[in-house]
């Protein structure tokens, strides 16, 4: 079984600050995966960035960045400069093992981001 | 790009009534994942069609039903329907195997149960 906390229910971030966003996670496969999705108030969920259990690098995408501690089993989500756009839900996700047909996403309780001007 | 799409967007129905909900994924994929969003909830997975074949089943009630079909697409039945059932309801699609890392998700279709 996969479990992903997220401890801090909302923050506040100033603009073009950078904020770290929490993920720790549990599972007792190998070989795993872990992403962050933004959803903002209309709903949608959109895909931010990724990384496998086995990728030596921190995963970058643009203004996000993935502090991957295997060790310590925790992937928080760096946000830099934000921006304004960036206030919405953001929800760390593990899929569980690449060879396992396991592919379904389980999800933590999300973190609330508000940017203030 | 083509992205997922899915069909209504919005829906209410009162409690007791029957709702169908349709999803249709990015050509080519051939997997399909449905997700169940309660109000301040994070998505919960339903179920997962693979090849048009459930391959994997989550906290899916028995009062809903769900399949892939021959073009992919995949139709969410839901009967009797309750309260707790509103929801905001995903459908996301990837491609099969280790080229499906990432689930594309569709912009959702939120039920609401009267």
């Known amino acids: 079984a996969q479990k992903i906390t997220q401890t801090q229910p909302g923050m506040f971030v100033q603009e073009k600050e950078a904020v770290t966003l929490d993920c720790t996670y549990d599972?007792?496969?190998?070989?795993?995966?872990l992403f962050w999705y933004k959803q903002p108030s209309s709903g949608e969920m959109i895909f931010l960035i990724y990384?496998?259990?086995?990728?030596?690098q921190n995963a970058t995408e643009g203004r996000y960045s993935l502090n991957f501690q295997k060790a310590r089993k925790s992937a928080n989500l760096v946000i830099s400069a934000s921006q304004l756009g960036d206030s919405a839900m953001y929800f760390c996700?593990?899929?569980?093992?690449?060879?396992?047909?396991?592919?379904?996403?389980?999800f933590g309780a999300g973190t609330t981001v508000t940017v203030r001007a | 790009a083509a992205g997922v799409i899915q069909s209504p967007r919005h829906l209410i129905k009162e409690k007791r009534e029957t709702a169908t909900l349709k999803c249709y994924p990015i050509p080519r994929h051939d997997t399909v994942y449905w997700y169940q969003q309660g109000p301040g909830q994070d998505p919960q997975f339903l179920i997962s069609?693979?090849?048009?074949?459930?391959?994997d089943k989550g906290s899916i009630p028995d009062r809903f039903s769900a399949q892939q079909f021959s073009d992919y697409h995949s139709e969410l039945n839901m009967s009797s329907l309750e309260l707790g059932d509103s929801a905001l309801y995903f459908c996301?699609?990837?491609?099969?195997?280790?080229?499906?890392?990432?689930?594309?998700f569709g912009p959702g279709t939120r039920l609401t149960v009267t």
């Open positions: 990384q496998g259990s086995y990728d030596e």
């Open positions: 996700a593990m899929r569980g093992a690449l060879l396992s047909n396991d592919y379904k996403l389980s």
């Open positions: 599972t007792s496969d190998q070989s795993y995966g």
């Open positions: 996301a699609s990837s491609l099969p195997g280790l080229a499906g890392i990432e689930q594309y």
């Open positions: 069609f693979y090849e048009k074949m459930q391959s």
